[in-house]
């Protein structure tokens, strides 16, 4: 990833954002984000696996902001006027109401979609459209630099509007504190938070591993990626678990002319690291501690 | 009886205890795989495809002679996906819900609903498990509607069990995979990343209200703190599944381990402790 490589979006901050992604999970994204953080020498992180982020398990982040994140619109009967007509749930796609026993309707929070079909619908006004709280979003200290992360609710929505929320504050705290890295941990799958992650940024990263659904997963993300132009790094986590796998990746990488940037042998203390709260390399010496940091080193000289 | 299979946390072993405990059952079992945005129950059920669809939602469709450019379409859409330009609306089919707001409240009935396509619903049947798989477009955003359709599906299945492969997270995906089902077995490891996302996941399924229980996967390869949660906060462990290269080589080619005695002996104990699970809760509701 060269200085002078713009993202699709065309901005022109000097801040580069590097997005790591894996479309299946739990194939060490984290890990390797954290140890990335460690590797640099002025970055900011962003946490975007906003409905279970686990990096501040790592960077032991010490609060300095932390903000309620409201967003959307999310529909409350009130009984007392409801007459019971029904005609709510006939119109509701989300099948989010619910009769009560005394004839009354309510609506479960978790399945409103916030369209407000219902409450323009409902002959007795019987039906109040309130501003959604979706979760809180933080600014950190950490010992790598600063962080910004957030917490979806339980059974939250607008995950895919949170990510954005959480980008933005990142970028534009390293514009203000001239760090010149924007490192993303973004969330599995290829749906609205993963597209929210990486609209807009410089690169991504993804890491894998050699099995058929982590090789079926990584097709699909990078296919994703690839619609954004930006440049694609692949890495293979574990892959001494199938070497075949770990080959047939790499070849395939090179050949959709994307990054092949290393692999990161399978290693039981990558485990001890986590539970100690610490990054891979902070933690492991030797091989799996120098195979990270050729990956590292490969993204910032590969192209 | 509907089990779904979920974790806050990727990677914990969802399809893998999901695809072992379908082939461990005795009698016709029906696997949805609702994790649309990324499905991998079908690179371990194998079998024939029966059939395969087009998953779609509904998007609005403007009849330019009917329309007056009154706004009031856009004026509904709470998510801001039709902007009336030049008198005209215009719509903007990734942004849309498919709520059919702007459809119902248009007063010249310039509106009418299309189908948009998002994913593909496919179905195969290997011995006596059949599988229902959805799988949502690439670079399509929604997976919600995919999910539902997966269930749609479903919905008068001739099998009486079924079991659900849901996404990983606690966001809206997850929740509506599991909100319908009898039982909820969270896949966790003895990690920090485990428990962490095993609490939101508990926080979770007991906001949706829905019974639940955990496998602890991978046991052995981290600490006892998965355990001592369980532990101090009443939730049972139905079964631990050893920590063993073996596996992860197995998974890596696509395979079940169940035709290897000892697993098939774990995964016959966490059917029995599933059927004893539920039988309580049904006991503890009458």
């Known amino acids: 990833m060269h200085e002078q490589k713009r993202g699709a979006s065309g901005d022109s901050s000097s801040v580069k954002e ?286 | 009886m509907r089990v779904a299979v979920a974790s806050g946390k990727g990677g914990t072993g969802k399809t893998f205890v999901t695809v072992n405990l379908a082939r461990s059952y005795d009698e016709p079992v029906l696997v949805m795989d609702c994790d649309v945005e990324e499905p991998n129950s079908a690179i371990f059920l194998k079998g024939e495809q029966v059939s395969s669809r087009r998953s779609h939602v509904l998007i609005p469709s403007v009849n330019e002679q009917l329309c007056d450019g009154c706004r009031v379409c856009s004026t509904v859409c709470e998510f801001n996906a039709i902007a009336v330009i030049a008198g005209k609306p215009l719509i903007f089919e990734d942004l849309c819900h498919a709520c059919g707001g702007c459809a119902t409240f248009c007063p010249q009935d310039a509106l009418h609903e299309v189908e948009h396509e998002i994913g593909t619903i496919t179905e195969q049947q290997d011995g006596s498990i059949r599988l229902i798989s959805g799988k949502l477009d690439v670079g399509k955003a929604l997976a919600v509607p995919v999910i539902r359709d997966v269930k749609r599906s479903a919905e008068r299945a001739r099998e009486s069990m079924m079991l659900i492969d849901s996404p990983p997270g606690t966001s809206c995906p997850m929740v509506w995979t599991v909100s319908d089902s009898d039982l909820v077995i969270l896949v966790t490891e003895p990690t920090a990343f485990g428990l962490h996302d095993l609490q939101l996941a508990v926080e979770t399924v007991r906001e949706i209200g829905v019974p639940f229980a955990v496998v602890l996967n991978k046991d052995g390869v981290g600490d006892s703190r998965v355990e001592r949660y369980c532990e101090q906060n009443g939730i049972e462990i139905l079964a631990r599944i050893p920590h063993d290269r073996v596996i992860a080589e197995l998974y890596a080619q696509g395979e079940t381990i169940v035709h290897d005695a000892r697993y098939a002996q774990v995964f016959s104990q966490l059917w029995q402790k599933i059927v004893a699970f539920t039988a309580n809760e049904e006991a503890h509701r009458a």
């Open chain 1, 18 to 303: 590097l997005v790591v992604l894996s479309g299946k999970g739990g194939t060490g994204k984290t890990t390797i984000t954290a140890s990335f953080a460690a590797l640099a020498d002025q970055v900011i992180l962003a946490d975007c696996d906003v409905d279970a982020a686990d990096l501040h398990l790592i960077t032991a982040p010490t609060l300095v902001t932390d903000e309620p994140f409201f967003s959307g619109k999310e529909a409350v009967v009130d009984s007392e006027q409801c007459s019971g007509c029904g005609l709510c749930a006939i119109a509701c796609r989300f099948d989010a109401f619910v009769e009560k026993s005394d004839g009354a309707y309510t609506i479960s929070p978790v399945h409103c979609e916030g369209c407000g079909v219902c409450v323009r619908i409902c002959p007795e006004e019987a039906i109040r459209f309130i501003d959604r709280d979706c979760g809180r979003w933080m600014v950190s200290d950490t010992r790598f630099g600063p962080m910004v992360h957030a917490r979806l609710h339980a059974a939250g929505e607008n995950s895919g509007k949170l990510v954005t929320l959480v980008r933005r504050e990142a970028k534009r705290i390293a514009e203000k504190q001239n760090i010149p890295l924007l490192l993303v941990d973004g969330p599995p799958g290829i749906g609205c938070a993963v597209i929210s992650s990486v609209t807009g940024a410089d690169a991504v990263l993804l890491v894998t591993e050699p099995s058929k659904s982590g090789l079926h997963d990584l097709e699909r993300v990078t296919a994703l990626a690839r619609s954004f132009s930006i440049p694609v790094y692949v890495c293979v986590n574990k892959c001494d678990i199938d070497t075949g796998i770990t080959e047939s990746i790499r070849r395939r990488t090179i050949e959709d002319g994307n990054y092949f940037v290393g692999t990161i042998p399978y290693d039981e203390q990558m485990v001890k690291a986590q539970n100690m709260g610490l990054s891979a390399v902070e933690f492991i010496e030797g091989e799996t501690r120098d195979r990270i940091r050729e990956i590292w080193e490969s993204i910032w000289t590969t192209q």
